[in-house]
């Protein structure tokens, strides 16, 4: 990445919410990619490279938000690792409580996508409470249509 972006994204992330349009959908989009990868002990940089293919299509045309969605998952990867007021358990919470905000979000939760993930486990234990994770996403994002019938027409 450019040393250019590199800046403007430690200054967007101080205010992210002013200069960044839609920051709440890429915030929402780098949760889930962040609960999936950090359930894995120690994440291969593939998991990041995947984000980063996710992304470009997600993003057509625009690299600078592309590139900020992969910054904003890895920081919030790190945060989990870190356990710097951050774990996986309040990631969820935090999931759930925007898609009852905004239940909209839950199209942009991709399983298909997300499965790609799996390929990078460490062991079959990961490989597991990952398949779980992606249950509970798939289960949470079709009640969540299901009780808000009116998004899924949009």
């Known amino acids: 990445m450019k040393l ?16 960044v349009h839609h920051h709440g959908s890429l915030e929402f989009r780098a949760k889930i990619f962040a609960l999936v990868i950090a359930a894995n002990e120690k ?7 995947l984000v980063k293919e996710l992304a470009t299509k997600i993003y057509e045309g625009d ?30 919470a935090t999931i759930q409580k925007e898609l009852k905000i905004v239940p909209r979000y839950a199209k942009k939760i991709d399983i ?12 079959e234990d990961t ?8 249950e509970f996403l798939e289960k949470l994002k079709e009640e969540t249509l299901h ?7 949009e």
């Open 147 to 153: 009780s808000n019938k009116s998004i899924t027409k």
């Open 112 to 123: 298909e996508s997300l499965k790609n993930f799996l390929l990078y486990s460490n062991d």
């Open 63 to 92: 690299e600078d938000r592309a590139n900020l969605l992969l910054l904003t998952t890895k920081e919030l990867v790190e945060k989990v690792k870190k356990q710097n007021a951050l774990d996986l358990d309040l990631l969820v």
């Open 4 to 19: 250019s972006f590199r800046i403007k994204h430690h200054f967007f992330s101080a205010f992210r919410e002013i200069f």
């Open 43 to 49: 994440p291969k940089v593939e998991n990041f490279i």
């Open 127 to 134: 490989l597991a409470y990952q398949k779980n994770i992606l």
